[in-house]
């Protein structure tokens, strides 16, 4: 659970709604050091935790045990401290069929040189977005100084990421799901950030999978 893969790395907790970065936290540790080996260590909840939300880049310093709080009981609880967060927490509520689920995963550090957005509609790549947190941020949100780049499905500079998406990635896709045999979305997006691989070349991982919250408004003409 959380408290084991708090204490082995920086995680990412975000919410199953929106996509506003509302109930997204880049997650760190304040005093305490990461342990060698995932399962090493617990973390108690009087451990302090050093947090930043995605929608506008705001720290706040909570405990363990407040976090959690927040998470499933919001303000409402009462016992999660004093938030200065726009949001209201309690992201579990109404259960699974309401969306109310949370989403742990490994945090990559290099998200602040950007990440670059797949827009594709069915097994059709139509655009390509590099997204570039403001200078000391670390999400790429709309509105929080966050610059993109905009680019067509063919730009060279992206060519291999493409490739492995499209041709090595996307026919896995649906049957990791469950979801044989079943189309793509009409319109969905792939986000992907870079990190080091072992060699010490530039590779890309899937941030997150959205179709139900991708904001073509803000894409420019994709024809």
Excluded at 33 to 49: E, F, R, V
Excluded at 74 to 99: F, Q
Excluded at 166 to 186: Q, S, T, W, Y
Aim: charged share 25%; glycine share 14%; net charge neutral.
């Amino acid at each position: 659970g959380f408290k084991k893969t708090m204490a082995y790395q920086p995680r990412v907790i975000k919410q199953n709604r929106g996509s506003s970065g509302e109930g997204i936290w880049i997650v760190k540790l304040k005093t305490k050091g990461y342990c060698a080996h995932y399962g090493d260590a617990s973390l108690a909840d009087g451990d302090m935790l050093e947090m930043i939300e995605a929608n506008d880049n705001h720290r706040e310093f909570h405990t363990v045990g407040e976090f959690i709080e927040w998470c499933i009981k919001g303000r409402a609880g009462g016992k999660c401290g004093t938030w200065t967060s726009k949001g209201t927490g309690a992201y579990l509520a109404g259960g699974k069929a309401a969306g109310g689920q949370l989403i742990d995963q490994r945090f990559c550090p290099r998200i602040v040189e950007g990440e670059v957005r797949v827009l594709t509609s069915g097994s059709t790549c139509l655009q390509l977005i590099h997204k570039k947190p403001a200078e000391g941020g670390i999400s790429a949100v709309l509105g929080t100084g966050s610059t993109y780049t905009f680019y067509g499905p063919d730009e060279p500079k992206y060519a291999e990421l493409k490739r492995k998406l499209f041709d090595e990635d996307l026919p896995k896709i649906m049957p990791a799901l469950g979801l044989e045999g079943e189309p793509f979305p009409i319109v969905w997006t792939t986000d992907l950030i870079p990190y080091t691989g072992d060699d010490g070349s530039d590779q890309y991982t899937v941030g997150e999978f959205n179709c139900s919250c991708v904001g073509i408004s803000k894409f420019q003409a994709c024809a």
